[in-house]
């Protein structure tokens, strides 16, 4: 399994109709996905106008894609409000800046538009290796072609420390797919926000089931009934 085909199950399943995705890079998965309403958030979208336009011809759902440019951070400040008022999101795909910081605030901004019954998708939760793990600054002195997941993983963390109100865990897959949805999780975690921006690859690689609550694909497909 991986991140469009859960999004693409999850649509069929449930009907959802209003899709967010932060980090849209090429719309590999955006053009795709078969939602009525697609809002896209990104800085600087890697698409021309005419393959945009040629995705539209291709799939007519992608007529009424709405896209920003500019950062996630303040879309939310400028747009979410009015784009969300009357309308929840459904399902959101988050995979903008794989760090701690920017993913968190990402989350904790999407939850206040999510519905009730909506999930939120986040990419790279389960780094493959310590060089994928590496700051973007490290990363980039790495030979091209290296993976990137970033310390996205203490999102996943913060959340199961610090948040009561939501179910979180990681589906072993496509370098970790973080779910989030509403509801009183089974369990948390006992560290504060500053015990957990100073844990490293290290401690996560001894702990990796546990803090990251990780399930298997089958334990996805019946969690969703997909």
Request: hydrophobic fraction near 35%.
């Amino acid at each position: 399994m991986n991140r469009l085909q859960l999004i693409k199950s999850l649509v069929k399943k449930r009907n959802y109709k209003h899709y967010l995705e932060i980090g849209v890079f090429n719309g590999h998965i955006l053009f795709r996905i078969p939602s009525t309403l697609k809002i896209a958030v990104d800085p600087s979208f890697r698409f021309t106008w005419l393959r945009k336009w040629g995705k539209t011809l291709l799939k007519p759902h992608n007529l009424r894609n709405r896209y920003y440019q500019k950062t996630s951070d303040t879309f939310f400040v400028e747009d979410a409000c009015r784009i969300f008022d009357g309308k929840k999101i459904h399902i959101a795909l988050i995979d903008g800046m794989h760090e701690y910081a920017y993913a968190l605030r990402d989350v904790e901004n999407t939850l206040q538009y999510l519905d009730d019954n909506g999930v939120i998708i986040m990419h790279d939760c389960n780094p493959v290796s310590a060089d994928a793990a590496a700051t973007f600054d490290e990363w980039q002195t790495k030979k091209p072609g290296t993976p990137w997941n970033g310390d996205v993983w203490k999102t996943i963390m913060h959340l199961r420390c610090n948040r009561d109100d939501i179910r979180v865990f990681v589906i072993d897959c496509d370098h970790g797919l973080g779910i989030i949805t509403k509801g009183v999780p089974d369990d948390m975690l006992s560290f504060t926000p500053e015990q957990v921006e100073e844990l490293t690859y290290a401690h996560l690689e001894c702990n990796r089931d546990k803090w990251l609550n990780l399930k298997s694909v089958d334990y996805a497909r019946t969690y969703f009934g997909i």
